[in-house]
């Protein structure tokens, strides 16, 4: 018999996971979102329902996944975590990809009051760099550095930014202004966003620079390692012009009086950028993400390093930010669908890497999507 999986938000990488979810024919797969046009994108997709559903609304959720055996979620950060409250209230097995600023895991307490089992931060970076980073962890006798770099690129950038957002605009901004969470020396510190630039060459990209931003999330708690940075990558010259307008006020949230007129800069910032950093229907880009994890096994130094590049897939007109980070969270809902995860709490990927074989399942099945995660000791 078919599973139920109900898919909470059909944006960009929301609709990427329920297709996926509905290609085998081995799950019944309902589709929800507040945009219409956002459903409408899958109405042409068998084995699908969708449902036009405010999920801002905690009872809306709860009617519309109260059959569903998996729910897959990929809400606004600004919803992701009453979202997860919601799903963990009703006991649903739930992989999520939502950004949330909130702490996922302080609802582990909760989930296992109700048998839930949420895997959370599904996507690619976190997500698939953290599954790397947690079997490399489990397999070292000390682990000593840990970096992963992340970005998601236009192929052909233009001037004046040499960049667009392939996800919601408000949280790559926040990229850019909030501070920088990381390990140094055995001491969690912190520094200020867009710090510590270096340039970097990447095949088959050339040169891109990388800078500190806060995406370790869970593994500051969850990787005993001395050092442990996350770092941006964007093509050159981005970080700068981003750290004039931050320094010059326009990311500011304070509310500024101008011809009697309250705005805050952030707004207005918004506003004037977003239309400029949106993609074009079919416009090309790619998706780049390496992991680099040092220690020692057996008296012996050791470096593990990942690498993945993938483009826009053109003949499917999906884009690699969807690829990249939808699959890794339809893959994940399988595994709870079949109960391969089974156990209740709220989960950060890194846990899953542990699991012996889970990286060479997760990147097989990657494969067969045409994303390729490559790598290994070096």
Request: with cysteine; proline share 6%.
């Amino acid at each position: 018999m078919n599973k139920n999986v109900v898919v909470l938000g059909c944006g960009l990488i929301g609709n990427a996971m329920a297709r996926d979810l509905a290609i085998d024919g081995h799950f019944a797969v309902t589709a929800v979102d507040v945009r219409q046009d956002n459903l409408d994108r899958l109405r042409n997709v068998a084995a699908m329902k969708t449902a036009a559903i405010d999920l801002s609304d905690p009872a809306k959720i709860k009617a519309v996944i109260a059959d569903a055996d998996v729910v897959v979620g990929a809400m606004p950060s600004a919803l992701g975590f009453s979202t997860l409250r919601t799903v963990i209230e009703c006991g649903k097995p739930f992989a999520d990809i939502s950004f949330m600023v909130e702490d996922a895991m302080q609802l582990d307490d909760l989930a296992k009051r109700h048998g839930a089992c949420v895997v959370f931060d599904c996507g690619v970076a976190p997500g698939l760099a953290n599954v790397a980073i947690g079997h490399c962890h489990a397999a070292l006798d000390r682990t000593d550095r840990v970096v992963y770099y992340v970005g998601g690129l236009p192929k052909n950038p233009q001037w004046p930014w040499r960049y667009k957002a392939p996800f919601a605009p408000a949280d790559v901004l926040e990229e850019y202004t909030r501070p920088v969470r990381m390990i140094e020396n055995g001491k969690p510190i912190t520094r200020p966003a867009l710090s510590e630039p270096e340039r970097i060459t990447f095949e088959p990209v050339g040169e891109l620079e990388a800078f500190n931003t806060d995406g370790l999330r869970s593994l500051i708690r969850t990787i005993a390692a001395p050092n442990m940075v996350e770092k941006t990558l964007r093509h050159p010259g981005h970080a700068d012009l981003m750290a004039v307008l931050r320094e010059s006020g326009f990311f500011s949230k304070d509310a500024l009086q101008v011809g009697g007129a309250t705005i805050r800069p952030l707004d207005v910032t918004s506003r004037l950028l977003f239309p400029m950093w949106a993609y074009e229907e079919g416009e090309e880009e790619f998706t780049i993400l390496r992991v680099i994890v040092e220690g020692r096994k057996g008296g012996r130094g050791i470096r593990y390093q990942y690498d993945l590049y993938d483009e826009y897939d053109r003949q499917n007109r999906r884009t690699s930010m969807a690829r990249t980070t939808g699959f890794p969270c339809a893959i994940v809902a399988r595994m709870l669908a079949r109960g391969e995860i089974a156990e209740p709490g709220v989960h950060p990927p890194e846990y899953l890497g542990a699991q012996p074989g889970l990286l060479d399942t997760l990147m097989k099945e990657l494969a067969a999507r045409g994303v390729r995660l490559n790598g290994g000791i070096r």
